[in-house]
Each structure stands twice: as structure tokens, then as C-alpha cells.
């Protein structure tokens, strides 16, 4: 199943060292059945019914793939009229290794 899926992907990941994992959970306005594939290949893109989760296995902090194929859905539903429910869309972030001074950088969809 799907979930068991995205949490075996993330911890498998979080075995390595200096890595981190974010989740991003996407909630829809509209009826959502198209399967986009990912861009990046520390991505993956799990579709279950009309919920959809972006999964980025993150290495040495380079967080551009994800936030490329954020920034890519994003502009993706925009041109084929579809709306992303930002307000009920939640991210994850998963990261054992200590916090470093700041954080992780908030992830901005639309401005928001």
C-alpha cells in the first residue's frame, strides 16, 4: 500500500548518513487523476486515490529538486485548471541528525 510504500522509501533513506526526508501532503480543490511523474530522481511521487505526496530523499541539505517539483505541480495545476487546497496541504519534514542553528527553510506554495 501506498503508505507503507513512502515510509519504507523515507526511513530506507534516513539509514545514510547526513540525509533528511520531506513530505509534502497535497490536497485538491478539484478531482485530481492524472499521475505526473517526478523530475528529479531524489523524488517520488506517490498517488493514492486524489491525495498525492511528494517524497524528497534529501543528501549534504540540497533541497532544489524538491522544491523544483513543488514549484513545477504547482505551475503544472495552474495551467490545466486545477486548484491546490494550500490552506490543508501539510509537509513533513523527518531529520535525525542535530539541528543546525535555523532550521529548515519554510516552503512557500504560491506565495503562501
Known sequence: DVI????HTALTHLD???TYVRMLFIDYSSAFNTIIPA???SNTIFKFSD???ILDLITDGDETPYRDEVRALSEWCSHNNLSLNISKTKEMI?????LQRG???PLYINGK
Open 4 to 7: 507503507a510504500l513512502t515510509v
Open 16 to 18: 545514510r548518513k547526513n
Open 39 to 41: 523530475r528529479h530522481t
Open 51 to 53: 491525495d498525492t505526496t
Open 94 to 98: 523527518v531529520d535525525y541528525r542535530k
Open 103 to 105: 532550521g529548515h527553510s
